[in-house]
């Protein structure tokens, strides 16, 4: 069974950090791109960022430079370092997963959520200036 949680949202002022988890079931970890959405309220889903199983990258050009995606493949963990928060980082923000690896392999800002299959609950975070 494929299960995503996700932790670490919470309430920052901007310019602050914040640290979101994604604990993955040992079957999910075992899926080649795993990545972060977000959603504001009245918005669409968008990619944040993506890694595949062998640690590479992409991000938004909203996120270039600001947050890392990472994972510890001895903990089944995938992390969204953020910093350099602003206001309009405020969304509820997903960890997904897919068996595939060529949505890790796309262009970010043409990846869309129905290519990942497997869904967290979410996290919402919520930057005040």
């Not at 068996?99 to 129905?114: E, F, K, N, R, Y």
Request: charged fraction near 15%.
């Amino acid at each position: 069974q494929v299960q995503l949680l996700e932790s670490g949202g919470g309430s920052v002022q901007s310019g602050g950090s914040l640290r979101l988890s994604c604990e993955a079931s040992a079957y999910t970890f075992s899926m080649y791109c795993m990545g972060w959405f977000r959603q504001a309220p009245g918005k669409e889903r968008e990619a944040v960022a993506t890694i595949d199983r062998h640690g590479s990258t992409n991000y938004a050009d909203s996120a270039k430079g600001r947050f890392t995606i990472s994972q510890d493949n001895s903990k089944n963990m995938v992390y969204l370092q953020m910093n350099s928060l602003k206001s309009e980082d405020t969304a509820m923000y997903y960890c997904a997963a897919d068996s595939v690896i060529w949505p890790c392999q796309t262009a970010i800002q043409a990846l869309g959520p129905d290519e990942f299959p497997y869904w967290g609950q979410g996290t919402q975070v919520t930057v005040s200036s």
